[in-house]
Structure formats: structure tokens, C-alpha cells
């Protein structure tokens, strides 16, 4: 294992607050921060911005010139070694004659082909593992779809303390305050894809659209719609395409439908889940009913919890957060580990995952 300082710790940082730049753009391309630097003087640094504009170590080795030969480079992703859109960093970091190149973590696609290997064996000094925990976290989505099949699912729940999320005939808006919901949006403007259910869409009509905080995107729109139920009049069919998942042949305005029963006439959430991921969606949010938040849970299609909580009660009449069946023992409950609490507004906000 390397031995990493100060120096290399702080400029580390510096790339994934770099690549943190691109959060709402890089779609379906991972997002990565790089810095250049020399005798600890920084030469250059860049990031990812989009899909088909350079690579974060172009940008940076560009504004480090030819001071860049015998230097340091820190990124947050191991350089890539194959030609997609772009050509391959290693090709320019051999070029380039970097000295040391430290990578926060391994590229979990597998067709970059290990560019440390590639690099190590040209002989520049490869070495990764610094900060390595923060640099998945950034890209979970990217990880969740090269090694699983799959993008990374975030359940987003508004619920009072009594665990109600709408009333009963499935009216929601709105159970919290602004500042949750402006924050629900900037979670919404993070993820490649936002799903929600054909209940959702008759109780909410929602438009399911980023509009609290700036973005250069709106993620693709995603509903679960079995039976195409969905009225053509539904705001969320308004604007961009719409993509349907459904269980039966048809056709709606606006939206390609794709036709994924299971044996119940139900979609088939999990291969659902693997058509988004070959489309290219790497974080799927979800904000929809109790009934497709619990089918959801039931068939280990969710990864994240958001939870927002507002100080209020709806009592035992009004919706649940997940349609769960009862568990007749407490050691079968479901458990999650909470990552972190905070207070927005007059609400709290959850976040957690499956235990």
C-alpha cells in the first residue's frame, strides 16, 4: 500500500471537489475531478463537465503545458485506456511524460482496460486508494450500473411522524415545507432518471421536472404504468419524451412504451431495472406511492432512502410510506442503517440504506 501525506491528501480533495462540479452533468459518464501539480505548486486542474467533452485530464494537463513532464497528477478515477468518444488519457499521459499518477480508485468499466497497468507499465508510477471511500460515493451510480447491471435506486419518502405519506385517495402535495422540497429537487436534478407509478400520476398529476435549482438537464421521466392508465392530458407527458414501462401492448402521446410483464401482469421490476441501466442510468430516483415504493422494496430494487418528515399526523386512515405485508416477529422488521440526519425547514431529512 502506498503512503499517502498531507500534500497528497489535500490535492486529492481538490479533484473530488473538481468532479463534484459535474454532479448534474456527466451523465451517463462518470464524474472526475484531476490536478496537476509540481514541487507542491498546482499546474493545472479540470473536471469531467459532460459526455463527449474532454476527459478531466485533458483538461488539466492543457493548462499545465509542458511543465507537466516529471509532475504529479491526482484524479478521482483511474485514467482510461480505450477509445469511446474521446481518446484514451493514458495515451496522453505517456505523451505528456508524467512523473506520479495517484487515482482515487479503480474504473469499475470494464472496457477501460486498467490504465494504471498501462501506465505502470510505461513506467510513470501508479498508485491509488487515496480517499477512496468519498470517490465511490461520488460515482455510486456509475459503479452500481458497470458491476451490477443496474442503476443505484434512491427511494425519496415525504411522511409525517406517524409514517403517513398521503391521504387516502393518494393526494400528497404538499405533506412538507419548501426548503424539503427545494431539496428534493436538487436530489431529482443529481440522478440520470426520475420514476414515480401510475397512482402518483393520477393523484399528483406531476410534471416530475427539476425546477427549484438551476440545472443544464432534466433526467429522463420514468413512470410504472401497468395497464397504460395514464390519462393523455397527464403533465408529466408534456416536454421531453417519456419513457412507459408497462405490462401490456399500446401506445401513449408523447412516450415510448416498453413491455416488461411478470407472471402477475405486473412490470417486471427488476429487468426493468436492466433496461435503464443499458439506456444509460445510472442513478434512479424514485418519488411514488406506497404500493410501488413497497414492490420496490420487496424485490431488492432500492439502495437509498431519503426520508423527509414533517412534525405533523394524518392517522391510520391515510397511506403508508412502503405497502409492506406485517412481519409477525420484530427480528423480521426491515432495518436500515441511517447515514444522516439533518433539518430542513420545520422537516428532517433521512437519509439510509438497507441494513
Given at each position: 500500500?502506498?503512503?499517502?501525506?498531507?500534500?497528497?491528501?489535500?490535492?486529492?480533495?481538490?479533484?473530488?471537489?473538481?468532479?463534484?462540479?459535474?454532479?448534474?452533468?456527466?451523465?451517463?459518464?462518470?464524474?472526475?475531478?484531476?490536478v496537476v501539480t509540481s514541487?507542491?505548486?498546482?499546474?493545472?486542474?479540470?473536471?469531467?463537465?459532460?459526455?463527449?467533452?474532454?476527459?478531466?485530464?485533458?483538461?488539466?494537463?492543457?493548462?499545465?503545458?509542458?511543465?507537466?513532464?516529471?509532475?504529479?497528477?491526482?484524479?478521482?478515477?483511474?485514467?482510461?485506456?480505450?477509445?469511446?468518444?474521446?481518446?484514451?488519457?493514458?495515451?496522453?499521459?505517456?505523451?505528456?511524460?508524467?512523473?506520479?499518477?495517484?487515482?482515487?480508485?479503480?474504473?469499475?468499466?470494464?472496457?477501460?482496460?486498467?490504465?494504471?497497468?498501462?501506465?505502470?507499465?510505461?513506467?510513470?508510477?501508479?498508485?491509488?486508494?487515496?480517499?477512496?471511500?468519498?470517490?465511490?460515493?461520488?460515482?455510486?451510480?456509475?459503479?452500481?450500473?458497470?458491476?451490477?447491471?443496474?442503476?443505484?435506486?434512491?427511494?425519496?419518502?415525504?411522511?409525517?411522524?406517524?409514517?403517513?405519506?398521503?391521504?387516502?385517495?393518494?393526494?400528497?402535495?404538499?405533506?412538507?415545507?419548501?426548503?424539503?422540497?427545494?431539496?428534493?429537487?436538487?436530489?431529482?436534478?443529481?440522478?440520470?432518471?426520475?420514476?414515480?407509478?401510475?397512482?402518483?400520476?393520477?393523484?399528483?398529476?406531476?410534471?416530475?421536472?427539476?425546477?427549484?435549482?438551476?440545472?443544464?438537464?432534466?433526467?429522463?421521466?420514468?413512470?410504472?404504468?401497468?395497464?397504460?392508465?395514464?390519462?393523455?392530458?397527464?403533465?408529466?407527458?408534456?416536454?421531453?419524451?417519456?419513457?412507459?414501462?408497462?405490462?401490456?401492448e399500446g401506445s401513449l402521446?408523447?412516450?415510448?412504451?416498453?413491455?416488461?410483464?411478470?407472471?402477475?401482469?405486473?412490470?417486471?421490476?427488476?429487468?426493468?431495472?436492466?433496461?435503464?441501466?443499458?439506456?444509460?442510468?445510472?442513478?434512479?430516483?424514485?418519488?411514488?406511492?406506497?404500493?410501488?415504493?413497497?414492490?420496490?422494496?420487496?424485490?431488492?430494487?432500492?439502495?437509498?432512502?431519503?426520508?423527509?418528515?414533517?412534525?405533523?399526523?394524518?392517522?391510520?386512515?391515510?397511506?403508508?410510506?412502503?405497502?409492506?405485508?406485517?412481519?409477525?416477529?420484530?427480528?423480521?422488521?426491515?432495518?436500515?442503517?441511517?447515514?444522516?440526519?439533518?433539518?430542513?425547514?420545520?422537516?428532517?431529512?433521512?437519509?439510509?440504506?438497507?441494513?
Amino acid at each position: 500500500m502506498s503512503s499517502f501525506g498531507a500534500f497528497d491528501r489535500a490535492m486529492m480533495r481538490r479533484a473530488l471537489d473538481l468532479a463534484a462540479r459535474g454532479l448534474y452533468t456527466t451523465t451517463p459518464n462518470p464524474r472526475v475531478g484531476c490536478v496537476v501539480t509540481s514541487k507542491e505548486e498546482i499546474l493545472g486542474e479540470g473536471w469531467h463537465e459532460k459526455a463527449g467533452g474532454p476527459h478531466a485530464e485533458v483538461v488539466a494537463l492543457e493548462k499545465a503545458g509542458a511543465r507537466a513532464a516529471g509532475a504529479t497528477l491526482y484524479v478521482s478515477l483511474e485514467p482510461c485506456n480505450h477509445q469511446g468518444r474521446t481518446p484514451p488519457c493514458v495515451e496522453l499521459l505517456v505523451k505528456t511524460k508524467i512523473g506520479r499518477v495517484v487515482a482515487a480508485m479503480r474504473d469499475p468499466n470494464p472496457q477501460a482496460a486498467h490504465g494504471g497497468d498501462a501506465l505502470a507499465a510505461a513506467g510513470i508510477r501508479f498508485e491509488r486508494g487515496l480517499m477512496e471511500d468519498e470517490a465511490r460515493e461520488l460515482n455510486i451510480g456509475f459503479v452500481s450500473r458497470m458491476t451490477r447491471g443496474r442503476p443505484w435506486v434512491r427511494l425519496k419518502v415525504a411522511a409525517t411522524l406517524d409514517g403517513r405519506s398521503a391521504l387516502p385517495d393518494g393526494k400528497s402535495q404538499w405533506i412538507t415545507g419548501p426548503e424539503a422540497r427545494r431539496d428534493g429537487h436538487r436530489w431529482r436534478a443529481r440522478a440520470c432518471a426520475v420514476l414515480t407509478g401510475i397512482g402518483t400520476v393520477k393523484a399528483d398529476d406531476p410534471r416530475l421536472t427539476v425546477r427549484e435549482v438551476d440545472t443544464p438537464r432534466q433526467p429522463l421521466r420514468v413512470i410504472v404504468d401497468s395497464r397504460l392508465e395514464t390519462p393523455s392530458t397527464a403533465k408529466i407527458l408534456e416536454g421531453d419524451k417519456v419513457l412507459v414501462f408497462s405490462a401490456k401492448e399500446g401506445s401513449l402521446r408523447n412516450a415510448e412504451v416498453v413491455r416488461l410483464p411478470n407472471p402477475n401482469q405486473k412490470v417486471e421490476l427488476p429487468k426493468m431495472l436492466e433496461e435503464l441501466a443499458r439506456r444509460g442510468v445510472n442513478e434512479l430516483h424514485v418519488e411514488a406511492g406506497f404500493r410501488l415504493n413497497g414492490s420496490l422494496v420487496r424485490e431488492g430494487c432500492v439502495d437509498e432512502f431519503v426520508v423527509y418528515l414533517n412534525p405533523s399526523f394524518l392517522g391510520d386512515g391515510a397511506q403508508g410510506m412502503l405497502d409492506l405485508p406485517g412481519f409477525s416477529l420484530l427480528e423480521s422488521r426491515l432495518k436500515v442503517k441511517i447515514l444522516s440526519l439533518d433539518r430542513l425547514g420545520e422537516d428532517l431529512r433521512i437519509v439510509a440504506r438497507p441494513a
